[in-house]
């Protein structure tokens, strides 16, 4: 069997470092695969914790995040090969056989037998001399399986989605879902888009500083980066030496934000000294682009359900210089009658199945249920109607989301306006070819860029 590549550094070998590094990954995969943390926090606060040599880091990172995106591809290769189903396999255990597993069908420049050894030392420190033979028995037959050839993808004439889910390392019933309205092409590239590094993008922060004079910078610093295409404020990093380093050194000048993301502000198209409420605010990014567009001037009050998430809001504004943001704890779904018809702008980036940006969330694919997509639009649909309350008349509602599923887009907005008669639709244009649309849908397969979905709506004033 031909291996195929994730994501790997560009480097040729791992040295010496390389078991620290299975050592770190095996502790952050039990964290997130099996105790339910994300992947990136969980990555992040153990590099905060053990600092590791920038070969071990790339090592670590790139085993940590291709295990976890690529978890269901290689249980469906392990149970060709244990006998016993998974779900009774420990669960540190089986983690050391994931990890593993994805060096020997992955990592072509790892040695089989290198996998192999270190996964049986892996399993000896976690648990007993019996699960390090199980795990050599587990990795050598695959190896012998994959050798003869008696491992073999599903039939894609007989079993499309099951093809492309072992291929692609999706869900099934997600590969199946998707094939409906995308088609078998559209649904490969969907899929394929899903499995892409994904670039590092900025926003700058206009307050202090300007797009030109942050790229000069970051280019200087030995980044590799180009304006966004889609969002005049934007910046995609191909290539950053350290994101904490440029934090440290421009701790001012930018937020790490997503293209698709940063085009929610330009659509809102706040006006200096408006009020402006963010109902589902945290972690603020959207709240601070909104602040830049308004030059500091006006006020926005940003909302969050959870308290500690209101800290990361105030945390950014701070960082950023913004001072027109007031936190406050709500629940977007609860009605506050003081707000009644008490603001220019109201913004819904509402919380969603987040079907658009499984790229940047490595756990999320697995995590997901058919079930769990019947939820969100009940949901979306209150909190609309609640925040269309707090509209001035002739004032303006914008709804986002980062999910393709249109039950939580399009046929949401299509609901909210039968029972809403003196709302309409605002066009927008298109962010590259100015073309007038109702509403944008961003499709990463076919616009190259995190899915998105952005809505302008008006309250009409009374005749």
Known sequence: MQKQTIKQPKTNRIGSAA???RSAALTVLQQVLAEGAYTNIAVNKYLRAHPLADMERRFFTELVYGTVKAAGTLDWYLERCVSRPLGSVAPEIL?????SAYQLLFMER????????????????????GSAKFVNGVLRGLLRKLQAGEIAL???????????AVKYYHPRWLVKRWLGPWGKEGTEALLAFDNSPAPVCLRTNTLVTT???????LQEAGAEAHASSWCEDGIVCDKLPSLSGMLAKMQQDFYVQDESSMLVGRAVN???????LDLCSAPGGKATHLAQLMRNQGEIIA??????KLRLIEENARRLGVSCIKTLLNDAGALREEWLGAFDRVLVDAPCSGMGVLRRRAEARWRKQRKDLKLFPPLQLAILNNAARYVKEGGRLVYSTCTIEQAENHYLIEEFLTQNSRWQRVPLAHPLTGETEEELQLLPQRDGVDGFYICVLERRQKA
């Open 303 to 308: 909302c969050d359900i959870h308290e500690h």
């Open 110 to 129: 790892i040695p089989a037998s290198a996998a192999c050894n270190e996964a049986v030392k892996l399993a000896r420190s976690v648990s007993h001399e």
């Open 19 to 21: 078991p620290n590094a």
């Open 95 to 99: 983690q050391v056989l994931r990890l």
């Open 270 to 276: 706040p006006q200096p000294g408006m009020r402006v």
């Open 154 to 164: 599903p039939d894609p004439q007989q079993d499309d989605a099951g093809y492309l």
């Open 211 to 217: 797009r030109e004079r942050l790229l000069a910078a």
